[in-house]
T-cell receptor, first 110, second 111 residues
Framework: QQPVQSPQAVILREGEDAVINCSSS?????VHWYRQKHGEAPVFLMI?????EQKGHEKISASFNEKKQQSSLYLTASQLSYSGTYFC???????????FGKGTSLLVTP | EADIYQTPRYLVIGTGKKITLECSQT?????MYWYQQDPGMELHLIHY???????EKGDLSSESTVSRIRTEHFPLTLESARPSHTSQYLC??????????FGPGTRLTVL
């Protein structure tokens, strides 16, 4: 049930772009994206729902391919504040629990 | 203000003690969760609830138990704490199809 995230880690220079991928073997109802900084709780970034609805904030975008059960998070013109661990969480069509991937560690350097 | 609370924030106890980690939310969410997370590691779902009197075990085997007698309250209990239980415990709540809100977490150390 746990979604698979890739890559495991990314190092960027400020201003560069990155893509984080998330895939599931189950039919999905929604995909959530969160960012967690050291010692803090995860913070919501975006939710993508089956059918195309998206809810989120910040200058971060994402896509959801319902046929492939895959989602990608796009970080453009990265800022130092983007550093942290990114988790995707998936909610299957048949279940109600949100399961998270193992996370992608992102470091943005000056 | 709608929020999710966890107490205590930090707890250091001896082996064999019984402990209860408290979690409360004021948003009226039907779904609540407990995750276990070691520093810098993945979030492991240990328990979740769809609503009052509904609880399920997550993917990670856990020696803890939960109860959901009231919508807003979802406590987690360890009957006999062991050093292997040392970790951070995060409580969360949500409504299906919407953002999941996390509490600040409880850092548990078992000596």
């Amino acid at each position: 049930q746990q979604p698979v995230q890739s890559p495991q880690a990314v190092i960027l220079r400020e201003g560069e772009d990155a893509v984080i991928n998330c895939s599931s073997s189950k039919a999905l109802y929604s995909v959530h994206w969160y960012r967690q900084k050291h010692g803090e709780a995860p913070v919501f970034l975006m939710i993508l729902l089956k059918g195309g609805e998206q809810k989120g904030h910040e200058k971060i975008s994402a896509s959801f391919n319902e046929k492939k059960q895959q989602s990608s998070l796009y970080l453009t013109a990265s800022q130092l504040s983007y550093s942290g661990t990114y988790f995707c969480g998936t909610e299957s069509s048949s279940g109600y629990a949100l399961n998270f991937g193992k996370g992608t560690s992102l470091l943005v350097t000056p | 203000e709608a929020d999710i609370y966890q107490t205590p924030r930090y707890l250091v106890i001896g082996t064999g003690k019984k402990i209860t980690l408290e979690c409360s939310q004021t948003m009226g969410h039907d779904k609540m969760y407990w995750y276990q997370q070691d520093p810098g590691m993945e979030l492991h779902l240990i328990h979740y609830s769809y609503g009052v009197n509904s609880t399920e075990k997550g993917d990670l085997s856990s020696e803890s138990t939960v109860s959901r007698i009231r919508t807003e309250h979802f406590p987690l209990t360890l009957e006999s704490a062991r050093p292997s239980h040392t970790s951070q415990y995060l409580c969360a709540s949500s409504v299906r199809g919407h953002e999941q809100f996390f509490g600040p977490g409880t850092r548990l150390t078992v000596l």
